[in-house]
């Protein structure tokens, strides 16, 4: 047998092996997501609130430090909800009223289409029926799913448990993990874990900054062009800039419609190219200014990545297959000693990338 055939074989089977377990353990993680997404949510949380954690406990206890951080952030979550459900509650009409208008600009834009643009506004006018008659009933709707409910308020509480336990407590949990693995691993895996903790915490704060600017500027942008829901199209936006890429744009595109439906054409135009202005800063302003080489994954990898979590888990799979992958990607460089624990370049020749060998054309041998 040929060496290379069987060094590939060698390969093939334990790649198969390595490639099964993990389909097994991301199925199970997700058949599961009253206790995965938690676990997932509480690292983000304990990731973004560990400095301000850390710096309190210049003053105070760990615990003490922890609960106020947690708390704090809480507060905040609790209190920007609270202002929207109270902004969509005062003003129940008006919102009505806005997605009337949004109705009214699909059907004049359907009846407008050529050939059977008439006939497709009937189901404009079955839905826009079926909203006057239900309205005042879908939050009521929403609200009675019992089993949603429940499980919304056990991930809630299980999350912020496990986030203030991870805060306080996380650094002697992560030292019994790594106690668990051969000695000669332990350092190896130890340096691992925090380089990807690090990482996951660059992540999760610079994007949260850049879900902000993006809010706010496409907010600011539509209410000067008289967009209606400014407030639930900005929140869409801030949300969808946690998807790299697609996200912002993808959300924001939907802000373009309904302006489009609503204002007319021209203040469309100048919120799409609002739009497309701030993807562009996303790309070559905020991410190297705000996080560095934090993220250092190509755009490809960035795709596949989003692919592959949308595919197994939905939207919560889009929201945490770039985390993930960043976070697994900087524990492999430095595994594998490409970069040190600060995520800097090692400078080792061995992992410069070796240059081709020069092909000597030889000439034909002349006979005698």
């Known amino acids: 047998m040929p060496p290379a055939l069987a060094l590939a074989a060698a390969w093939g089977w334990r790649m198969l092996i390595v490639g099964a377990v993990l389909y097994l353990v991301v199925t199970f993680l997700v058949g599961i997501p009253v206790v995965s997404v938690p676990i997932f949510l509480a690292l983000l949380f304990a990731a973004l609130l560990h400095r301000p954690a850390g710096f309190l406990r210049r003053f105070l206890p760990d615990w003490s430090a922890a609960l106020l951080v947690l708390l704090g952030a809480v507060v905040a979550i609790g209190g920007i909800i609270g202002f929207v459900a109270f902004r969509i509650g005062g003003n129940a009409d008006s919102l009505f009223n806005q997605v009337q208008q949004v109705f009214d600009g699909v059907r004049t834009l359907v009846q407008r289409l050529p050939g059977g643009g008439g006939g497709s506004a009937d189901l404009v006018d079955k839905m826009q029926k079926w909203v006057e008659s239900n309205y005042s009933n879908l939050l009521s709707v929403a609200l009675s799913a019992g089993r949603f409910i429940v499980e919304l308020i056990t991930g809630l509480v299980l999350t912020l448990f496990l986030t203030l336990f991870f805060l306080t407590d996380g650094e002697r949990q992560w030292g019994w993990v790594v106690r668990l693995l051969p000695s000669r691993a332990r350092p190896v895996v130890n340096g691992a874990g925090k380089r990807a903790f690090s990482v996951l915490s660059g992540w999760i704060g610079g994007t949260a900054i850049i879900a902000v600017i ?23 936006v801030f949300f969808g800039s946690f998807i790299p890429i697609v996200g912002a744009f993808v959300f924001g595109g939907l802000a373009v419609m309904v302006t489009l439906l609503t204002v007319g054409l021209w203040p469309a135009v100048i919120l799409l190219a609002v739009l497309v202005v701030e993807d562009l800063l996303e790309g ?28 197994l888990a939905g939207i919560m799979g889009a929201f ?28 080792d020749a061995r992992h410069e990338v070796p240059q081709a060998p020069t092909i000597v054309r030889r000439s034909p041998m002349r006979g005698p």
């Open 320 to 347: 945490a297959s770039i985390p993930v992958a960043a976070a697994v990607s900087a524990a492999v460089k430095y595994v594998t000693g490409v970069e040190d624990i600060h995520g800097n370049a090692v400078p």
């Open 284 to 311: 070559h302003l905020y991410q190297p200014l705000i996080m560095g080489r934090t993220v250092g994954l190509h755009p490809v990898v960035i795709v596949i990545a989003l692919t592959v979590g949308t595919v």
């Open 214 to 236: 993006h809010a706010v500027v496409i907010g600011v942008a539509m209410w000067l062009l008289g967009t209606p829901l400014v407030l639930a199209l900005a929140l869409l």
